[in-house]
């Protein structure tokens, strides 16, 4: 099972708004609704912005939001801030008889 | 609050072993879903290791045979043993929580740096 595919790179002014894709196959991102998106900053541990496709944990900016259509996830950052500069992760969730969990390969989000 | 704490980390040589903890706070490990992910220098995250509710343990293909994921409830702590070490085994290696139905993974720990090298 192949890492899922995100743009290395993607870039906004503040207060744009700015998606990042994440392409998987009918296998993982297709099937299931277990698609979660994690903002890592430089030296930090990762931390969970959406979860299940579009679900957000309390705590979260709600200017951060997240769907899917057929392989492909995405996630929106609306009103960009200088603090969402980070690497963004997506990961799919295949259950016990997959491959469990895979990444896609990361995005960096800068603020121009 | 819900924490959780990596150690075990440290700079070792090709073909030697680790064992990596992660100790839990403010929940059990035993009753949900407990992962190792790890992170190369400079590259993404890949998940390496789970260890479920009921006990049954997998692993991604690139550590199947070497690495051994376990748990000791009285101390409310897992582990990764990881024997016969490559250099492509350098990374962080994260100890994370996931929900029941898996598609939620935090907290994360901060991380614990395995360096192997000669």
């Known amino acids: 099972q192949s890492a899922l595919t995100q743009p290395a790179s993607v870039s906004g002014s503040p207060g744009q708004s700015i998606t990042i894709s994440c392409t998987g196959s009918s296998s993982d991102v297709g099937t299931y609704n277990l698609v979660s998106w994690y903002q890592q900053h430089p030296g930090r541990a990762p931390k969970v912005m959406i979860y299940e496709v579009s679900k957000r944990p309390s705590g979260v900016s709600n200017r951060f939001s997240g769907s899917k259509s057929g392989n492909t996830a995405s996630l929106t950052i609306s009103g960009l801030q200088a603090e969402d500069e980070a690497d963004y992760y997506c990961c799919s969730y295949g259950g016990r008889s997959s491959l469990h969990w895979v990444f896609g390969g990361g995005t960096k989000v800068t603020v121009l | 609050e819900v924490q959780l704490m990596e150690s075990g980390g440290g700079l070792i040589q090709p073909g030697g072993s680790l064992r990596l903890s992660c100790t839990a706070s403010?929940?059990?490990?035993?009753?949900?879903?407990m992962t190792w992910v790890r992170q190369p220098p400079g590259m993404g995250l890949e998940w390496v290791s789970v260890i479920y509710g009921g006990g049954d343990t997998h692993y991604a293909d690139s550590v199947k045979g070497r690495c051994t994921i376990s748990r000791d409830n009285s101390r409310n702590t897992v582990y990764l043993q990881m024997n016969s070490l490559r250099a492509e085994d350098t990374a962080m290696y994260y100890c994370?929580?996931?929900?029941?139905?898996?598609?939620?993974?935090?907290?994360w720990g901060q991380g614990t740096l395995v360096t192997v090298s000669s």
């Open positions: 403010g929940f059990t490990v035993s009753r949900d879903y």
């Open positions: 994370a929580r996931a929900d029941s139905s898996g598609g939620r993974i935090d907290p």
